[in-house]
């Protein structure tokens, strides 16, 4: 069974992050720069200068994780699953304490039909932040590729235990509960397949934005 997706959702984390208690150089910078372009375009849909933008503040700094992170929701945006992937694991290996990543890699691993690793990133995601809506989404997406209802079923209500009323999570619960039940869909309703744009950065500190 193979999802289709009728749009991507610019999804971010809710939240003010402090990366700066020193002063900034003329290089941090210029990487900051490009990297509020790259959301910037993320968040209006221009991918292609997003994905331009994140390359050269990665460019600039090739440990910047947010621009990994970033350009990994960029990529996943565009169907770039295999590319989305590696930078998702970039941003994981810097930073595995940052559940952006591993939401990105798990959807860059559900676009690759990859769901028992998926499953796992999402895992991952959970653990750094068990309020992460999106890890139990992505995970929910996952079990159900794999026919595993009764545990997207589980997942999709911890889901909405954080976020009542999300559509994504009551899609995908009323997805598992109709397979349960011996129902004959064939497709899942069509979903946004959840992928992070890390947010701005203005005088030191991260500020997320959403976009839906």
């Known amino acids: 069974m193979k999802i289709t997706y009728l749009k991507l959702m610019i999804i971010a984390m809710a939240g003010i992050l402090i990366i700066a208690a020193q002063p900034v150089s003329a290089g941090d910078m210029n ?4 990297y509020n372009l790259a959301v910037d375009y993320a968040n209006e849909g221009n991918f292609d200068e997003a994905l331009s933008a994140a390359d050269s503040a990665i460019a600039i700094d090739e440990n910047f994780t947010l621009a990994y992170t970033t350009k990994a929701g960029v990529l996943n945006a565009m169907g770039r699953y295999d590319e989305a992937l590696e930078s998702a694991k970039k941003a994981t290996e810097i930073r595995p304490d940052q559940p952006e990543g ?23 995601a959970i653990e750094t932040d068990p ?3 999106e890890g139990y989404i992505t995970k929910g997406t996952a079990l159900g590729e794999l026919g595993r209802y009764d545990e997207e079923i589980a997942v999709s209500e911890k889901a909405l235990e954080i976020s009542p009323g999300d559509s994504r999570a009551v899609a995908n619960k009323r997805y598992a509960e109709d397979m349960a039940e011996g129902g004959n869909n064939s ?25 839906k």
């Open 31 to 34: 990487k900051i720069e490009y």
């Open 102 to 124: 591993w939401v990105n890699m798990a959807s860059s691993l559900i676009g690759l039909e990859r769901y028992e690793e998926a499953v796992e990133a999402s895992d991952m």
């Open 187 to 211: 497709e899942k309703s069509p979903l946004p397949l959840p992928f992070v744009i890390t947010g701005v950065i203005t005088a030191g500190i991260l500020y997320y934005h959403s976009k």
């Open 131 to 133: 309020e992460c809506i």
